[in-house]
């Protein structure tokens, strides 16, 4: 019993972060009356209570399973295409709910969907031998339970379920409160036309209105075999205080290294590049930069070229107590300017800034809450340092353990290797901007949920499945 109230309470906590408003419990997503698990909403997929949902998943997931791996290719493939067909309208749309981040971002992460992989990671292993022969295969683990993030809605949720239904999975949704309508209106939309188009039945199930009971019962139900949770420390650590697997995408504060080798036109342009994606809401993006001594001036000069904004000290105090006030014995972010525009920050900071600027600037020394807090703005505060190490050790303090992405402008490999090693991310993006981990300028496949508390990382259909082995002794040599 202690351990199911203190789940409760971390998970009451989280919810209450990701919704602030008062809840005085009347919500129809608190009603604990029983529902037939039959039950069919009028919209598909989008549920009032977790048992219809977890029931509806469970049935679509045994038909995904008997339709077999084709089927679940073109569904997948669709489900891409749709994203990327409906970027515009669906950016749109969110945008208008959450009202934080850009919205040609929010269209782009959308545009983004060709790099995700799908059916095509689920490789099967065999062996034979005079033995017999023995196969591995990835397998379904039944239905998801996942928690999504306002900061990417309706692109997490996608990303999510292309790779889990790849793996042969459904899923039930409890999304932020701030991005729940949209994330309904997607899910609406997939079941819909996959009911249409293969005649299976909600893959993709979603609560509406997502509540504190909705999320804690989610985690409970017996039929929910695997959670996945993407959001900030406490939504990780609800996840993973479970008494079953979870894959967690957690915070991340990933700084940047600038040493005397590197190109700083290019780590200008770089650093521009990945921080004000989106307003500086991704979970990848340079939150703060360390830059040796020697060269800090010409780094500086580099980010003015690139067209940066510089704020001078008196403007970073006065943008500091706005966005990240003091408050009892410690900083806290203000929510208000998370995802804000450049022009609404260099307001508060008493600065004027020309048409066109992206991202704002500034020389801070370490104790800057800007430096240490995931602040999620396009602010980026410099730190001079002695030299690469003493860069790599501040660096190593203000990730904070979280082992999530790291970057690196710098042309010594000694460099580079040291701060890799020592860092040990799951993301290492070196003289590049940091969505180059996720194939937006660099190689590889993208996804919207980076696993590093648990251990998974760029998440990918193989992360959705189990390991299974099917061994028949001796009646099947075939050598």
């Not at 008494?243 to 700083?264: C, H, L, Q, S």
């Not at 800034?353 to 704002?360: C, F, M, T």
């Given at each position: 019993?202690?351990?199911?109230q203190?789940?409760?309470?971390v998970?009451?906590?989280v919810?209450?972060?990701?919704n602030?408003a ?10 604990t ?14 549920f ?23 089927i ?17 309208e ?7 709910e959450?009202r ?10 959308l545009?983004?969907?060709h ?20 196969v591995d ?5 039944g239905?998801?339970?996942a ?12 990303a999510?379920?292309?790779?889990m ?8 949704f409890?999304?932020?409160p ?7 209106m997607a899910?609406?939309?997939y079941?819909r ?8 039945d909600s ?7 997502p509540?504190?009971?909705s ?10 075999h ?5 959001g ?12 079953k697997?979870?894959i ?14 590197a ?5 200008a ?5 990945g ?9 990848i ?20 070229r ?10 970073i105090d ?28 260099a ?9 066109g600027?992206?991202l ?6 370490e104790?800057?809450p800007?430096v ?6 396009p ?7 002695r ?14 353990g ?6 690196i402008?710098s ?13 040990n991310t799951?993301l ?11 194939g ?20 990918n ?6 390991f ?7 009646s099947?040599?075939?050598?």
């Amino acid at each position: 019993m202690q351990t199911e109230q203190m789940i409760a309470d971390v998970v009451e906590q989280v919810i209450r972060q990701l919704n602030p408003a008062p809840h005085d419990g009347s919500s129809a997503g608190m009603r604990t009356g029983a529902v037939p698990a039959d039950a069919l909403p009028t919209r598909p997929g989008v549920f009032a209570e977790v048992d219809p949902a977890v029931a509806a998943a469970k049935r679509a997931q045994q038909q995904l399973i008997a339709a077999g791996i084709k089927i679940r290719a073109q569904i997948v493939n669709w489900i891409k295409q749709t994203a990327i067909d409906k970027a515009q309208e669906w950016g749109r749309i969110e945008f208008d709910e959450t009202r934080i981040g850009r919205l040609d971002h929010k269209v782009l992460k959308l545009e983004l969907f060709h790099l995700l992989p799908g059916v095509e990671f689920l490789e099967t292993v065999a062996q034979s031998g005079d033995d017999g022969l023995t196969v591995d295969e990835f397998a379904p683990w039944g239905v998801i339970g996942a928690i999504t993030p306002v900061t990417h809605s309706i692109p997490t949720l996608t990303a999510n379920v292309v790779s889990m239904i790849a793996a042969g999975n459904a899923v039930v949704f409890n999304p932020h409160p701030s991005g729940a309508k949209c994330a309904a209106m997607a899910v609406e939309h997939y079941n819909r036309e996959i009911k249409q188009r293969w005649n299976i039945d909600s893959l993709i199930n979603t609560i509406e209105p997502p509540t504190l009971r909705s999320a804690e019962e989610i985690f409970k139900h017996p039929d929910v075999h695997l959670l996945v949770a993407t959001g900030g420390p406490g939504v990780a650590r609800a996840a993973m205080k479970q008494p079953k697997r979870a894959i967690v995408a957690g915070p991340g504060n990933p700084p940047v290294v600038v040493d005397e080798t590197a190109d700083f036109d290019n780590a200008a342009t770089s650093i521009i590049q990945g921080a004000v994606f989106d307003n500086n809401l991704l979970c990848i993006g340079e939150k703060e930069v360390f830059v040796v001594d020697s060269v800090f001036d010409q780094m500086m000069a580099a980010m003015r070229r690139a067209g940066a904004f510089a704020l001078d000290a008196g403007q970073i105090d006065r943008l500091v107590k706005v966005t990240i006030p003091w408050q009892d014995d410690h900083y806290a972010v203000n929510k208000d300017y998370i995802g804000a525009d450049p022009q609404v920050l260099a307001q508060v900071a008493g600065a004027t800034v020309p048409a066109g600027v992206e991202l704002l600037y500034g020389e801070t020394d370490e104790s800057n809450p800007f430096v240490a807090e995931e602040q999620m703005m396009p602010f980026v505060p410099f730190v001079r340092c002695r030299d690469f190490d003493h860069g790599l050790e501040l660096a190593i303090k203000y990730e904070h353990g979280f082992g999530h992405t790291a970057c690196i402008h710098s042309n010594n490999l000694d460099h580079i290797t040291r701060m890799g090693q020592a860092m040990n991310t799951t993301l290492y993006i070196v003289n590049g901007p940091s969505t180059g981990a996720l194939g937006a300028g660099g190689e590889g496949y993208a996804s919207y949920s980076i696993a590093t508390p648990t251990g998974e990382g760029v998440t990918n259909p193989l992360t959705f499945t189990r390991f299974r082995r099917m061994a028949v002794s001796g009646s099947l040599r075939i050598i």
